[in-house]
C-alpha cells in the first residue's frame, strides 16, 4: 500500500489572500474579533449588523460574550505572508495541528484551531511536510497507531477475481493454455455472481443476463469494474491512524513502545499533544514570520 513517503508532496498554493483583517464590533464600537468577508456578509445579510466601511461592520444587538476582546492573538491584523521565509506569493494554509488529529478532538479544542493555522508558501510548506511525515511515522510505532489504520477486512475472493480478470484482459492472452484460460473464466464467474452487489448498476443489469454467471468473463466492462475494485475495505470497527493516538492521549495511556516525549504527551492529555505539534513546526520548520502573540504553548482551549 502507498504511503504518504511514497507520495511526491506538493502544496496547491490559494489565488486569494488568507486573511481579510475585517473586523466586527459590538454595539459599543470595541473590537470583538476579526474575520473573512464571508463572515461579515453572514451578518449583513441576515440584518444583524450594518457596516461601517468595506472592511468593518458593527453588530445591531448586545452580544452574549466577549468575543476575542481579551486575546491579543485574535484582535491583531494578521499579515499575508509565508511565517517561514516572509514570501507574499505562492501561500498556502499550513494545518500546524495536522486535520488528521485535530478532528478527533473535542470541539473546546477545534473552535480554537485558527491559532494553528498559518500561511506558508508552496516550497517552505512542501520542505516541511517531509518532516512532518516523519514524525507521523515516529507517533505510529509509539502509539501503536499504523498510518493505515486499522481494522481493514481483506476481501480475497476480490483479489482472486481481480488477478484472474487482469490475465483475461492480457494482450498475451492467446499464449496461455485454454485449460487455464477455463479455470480463469471460472474464477471470475464464481467471483462476480457472489458479489454481484458490488458491482454497478449496468453491470449488475448485464450480470443478470448470464445464468449462474456461466459467460460473464465475456463482458470486458464487468471485467474492468472488477479490476478496478478494492481488495481491502474498511471494517465496522476501523479506527484511522489519528482517531487511535487523540483516543490514547485522551484517556492518558501509555505502553512499552512510547518514547520519553510521547509518554509525556499521552500523561498530559491532548493539550500536549497539540503543543507538540506545535513545537515540531518551529523546530523544523523555522519560522521567522511568526504572528505576534503566537505561543506553543497558547491555550488551546475555549475559554
Known amino acids: 500500500m502507498e504511503t504518504e513517503t511514497d507520495r511526491k508532496l506538493t502544496m496547491q498554493s490559494r489565488e486569494q489572500d488568507i486573511y481579510n483583517n475585517c473586523k466586527v464590533l ?3 464600537g470595541t473590537l470583538l474579533f476579526r474575520a473573512g468577508t464571508r463572515r461579515l456578509e453572514w451578518y449583513l ?3 444583524l449588523a450594518h457596516r461601517i466601511d468595506a472592511n468593518t461592520i458593527q453588530l445591531n444587538f448586545v452580544n452574549k460574550g466577549s468575543g476575542r476582546q481579551n486575546e491579543p492573538f485574535y484582535l491583531q491584523e494578521m499579515q499575508n505572508m509565508c511565517t517561514v521565509c516572509g514570501s507574499s506569493t505562492n501561500l498556502t494554509m499550513h494545518h500546524v495541528v495536522p486535520h488528521q488529529y485535530r478532528k478527533y478532538m473535542d470541539d473546546k479544542i477545534k473552535s480554537r484551531s485558527s491559532h494553528d493555522l498559518l500561511p506558508v508558501c508552496t516550497l517552505c510548506h512542501d520542505k516541511y511536510e517531509r518532516h512532518a511525515v516523519l514524525f507521523k511515522q515516529h507517533l505510529s510505532h509509539c502509539f501503536s497507531a499504523p498510518l493505515e489504520g ?3 477486512i481483506e476481501r480475497k475472493d476480490i483479489g482472486k477475481g481481480m488477478r484472474a480478470a487482469s ?3 492480457s494482450p498475451s492472452l492467446d499464449k496461455i493454455p485454454k485449460q487455464r484460460i477455463d479455470q ?4 471470475v464467474n464464481e467471483v462476480v455472481i457472489q458479489n454481484t452487489d458490488l458491482f454497478s448498476a449496468d453491470s449488475q443489469a448485464l450480470i443478470s443476463q448470464y445464468q449462474f454467471g456461466v459467460g460473464v468473463w465475456a463482458e470486458h466492462s464487468v471485467l474492468k469494474e472488477l479490476m478496478s475494485m478494492d481488495v481491502r475495505i474498511r471494517g465496522p470497527g476501523f479506527c484511522t491512524h ?3 493516538i487523540v483516543d ?4 492518558h495511556r501509555t505502553n512499552s513502545l512510547m518514547c520519553h516525549q510521547c509518554k509525556e504527551i499521552a500523561v498530559a492529555g491532548v493539550p500536549a499533544l497539540v503543543a507538540s505539534w506545535r ?11 511568526l504572528p505576534n502573540h503566537w505561543s506553543v504553548e497558547y491555550s488551546c482551549e475555549q475559554n
Open 184 to 187: 480463469l473464466r471460472a474464477i
Open 167 to 169: 490475465t483475461l484482459m
Open 248 to 251: 490514547v492521549v485522551g484517556h
Open 150 to 152: 486499522v481494522g481493514w
Open 279 to 289: 513545537r515540531h513546526f518551529v523546530e523544523h520548520a523555522g519560522p521567522a514570520y
Open 242 to 244: 489519528g482517531e487511535i
Open 45 to 47: 445579510s441576515r440584518n
Open 26 to 28: 459590538d454595539i459599543t
